[in-house]
């Protein structure tokens, strides 16, 4: 089958995520073929710089021999088998060893899921279960962040803050509210009363998680979500008040915590978990993704010791579970993956070396005149673009974000757009010489774009 038979039988059957099916038109979807490193191949023969490692997951980068012999071995001994009642099996438990060795001391369980948006209804139940554990069974609310992104389940999309989710689909789930995001550059830069200092920004929506708990009533507070650095939203990095004032909130609430893995866990932010780096305690940690490098799916939830103590103490059968839950090939290929970045530390290399030399060389792309801000952390990053005739964000409907993206793959780069926030998030094992093909790619996008928009 050439590329035209496989789009034509795409847009005959096949309904992917987060695609609108009648703008696809005549042009069809791209068919991504191979892969190995950083990059990806199209059925047409272009070689691309992935600098999102899929959907932020593929960690370890492509076409890793070890992953496929840890798979194959794992499917040839005993290629399924559940968790459920009393049974188990020995990749499941290496696993959680593996997990509860890696994760801050207070963590010792872990609950298998077979993807994020599962590992974040796990984490509903759980947190609702533990209050009434503990006698607060009114304790329901989950607070929660305006365009965060927790997954497409229905609690998932309902713990996730994108109002275009909301709108479709039915009502999301009851007693979850949202407050407002650490976005400087998106909604702090020009602030009530004109500009705003980022770190009166940040400490100012730590007070506004402070007014909605007081609003729905403290004692009716379960936990409070985020994502450390938030992902699809926009790669947001929250100013450095942020994170400080918010579990000084939490702690004078007893609320609990609950940092999103899904992304910054596994090395994206130069720790193993993005909870490190702002020197968090969560007392559950959804996690997904970088896991496996998304070579197989596989998911869970990081339980800390106050929640997990009382589950198994006081909590009885927690009627929960999912097939795939710990599945023996895609937990095998997780546990060899894990060993692997270990092995060739990879999360101390992002940290001391690749995180800031993408910095240094993505901070660059500042000067570009249609870019308003260039920001990353670790091994993930974000261009704010601008009009340079006034200095503030293009007219929304010249699409100016999405013309990037398509520029950046007609150019060899896999970039992302959000709205106008372009991002990328590569491969944790990219060199540095990538990084510079990456940037001069992107540079090379940004003019493309200006001048396709000024014609
Ligand atoms: N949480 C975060 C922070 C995510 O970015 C995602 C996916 O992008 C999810 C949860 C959902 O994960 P999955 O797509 O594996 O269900």
């Not at 872990?110 to 069974?137: C, H, I």
């Not at 546990?335 to 092995?343: C, Q, Y």
Request: glycine share 10%.
């Amino acid at each position: 089958m050439n590329t035209r038979d496989y789009q034509a039988l795409d847009r005959a059957h096949h309904l992917h995520p987060f695609t609108d099916f009648k703008a696809l038109g005549e042009e069809g979807s791209r068919i991504i073929t191979r892969a190995e490193g950083v990059y990806i191949h199209d059925s047409e023969g272009h070689r691309i710089l992935d600098a999102m490692a899929g959907l932020w997951c593929v960690n370890l980068g492509y076409g890793r021999q070890e992953l496929v012999d840890a798979a194959t071995a794992q499917l040839q001994q005993l290629p399924y088998y559940n968790n459920f009642f009393k049974t188990t099996h020995p990749p499941a438990v290496r696993l959680a060893a593996k997990l509860c060795d890696l994760a801050p001391a207070h963590i010792n369980h872990v609950f298998f899921t077979g993807s994020g948006s599962e590992a974040n209804d796990t984490m509903l139940r759980m947190v609702r279960r533990y209050w009434a554990l503990k006698g607060q069974p009114q304790k329901q609310w989950i607070i929660a962040r305006e365009n965060g992104y927790h997954g497409s389940t229905l609690a998932g999309m309902s713990l996730g803050g994108m109002a275009p989710m909301h709108d479709q689909g039915g009502p999301p789930v009851p007693k979850i509210a949202h407050v407002r995001q650490p976005y400087w550059f998106g909604e702090g830069r020009f602030g009530e009363g004109g500009d705003q200092d980022p770190e009166a920004f940040g400490r100012a929506c730590a007070e506004a998680l402070e007014a909605q708990i007081l609003e729905l009533g403290e004692q009716n507070v379960a936990a409070f979500l985020a994502e450390p650095v938030q992902g699809a939203g926009g790669a947001i990095i929250p100013p450095a008040s942020y994170w400080p004032a918010v579990k000084a909130v939490l702690a004078k609430y007893d609320i609990l915590l609950v940092v999103d893995e899904v992304i910054c866990g596994f090395g994206r932010l130069g720790e193993w978990f993005g909870s490190v780096h702002y020197d968090l305690k969560p007392d559950l940690m959804p996690i997904a993704k970088g896991l496996s490098s998304g070579y197989l799916p596989i998911g869970g939830v990081l339980v800390g010791d106050r929640v997990a103590d009382t589950l198994i103490e006081e909590g009885g059968e927690f009627f929960h579970g999912f097939t795939y839950s710990g599945h023996p090939a895609c937990a095998a290929v997780a546990l060899k993956n894990l060993e692997l970045m270990d092995a060739e530390d990879i999360v101390e290399r992002v940290r001391d070396d690749l995180g800031p030399y993408l910095a240094r060389r993505w901070a660059e792309l500042a000067d570009h005149p249609i870019v308003g801000e260039a920001r990353s952390l670790g091994l993930m990053g974000a261009l704010e673009l601008i009009d340079p005739e006034t200095g503030e964000r293009f007219d929304k409907a010249l699409g100016a974000g999405n013309l990037c993206r398509d520029i950046c793959f007609e150019l060899g780069l896999v970039m992302r757009s959000v709205g106008d926030t372009m991002i990328i998030s590569p491969p944790l094992v990219i060199t540095r010489g990538e990084i510079d093909e990456l940037v001069t790619k992107a540079r090379a996008a940004l003019d493309a774009t200006l001048a396709d928009l000024r014609q």
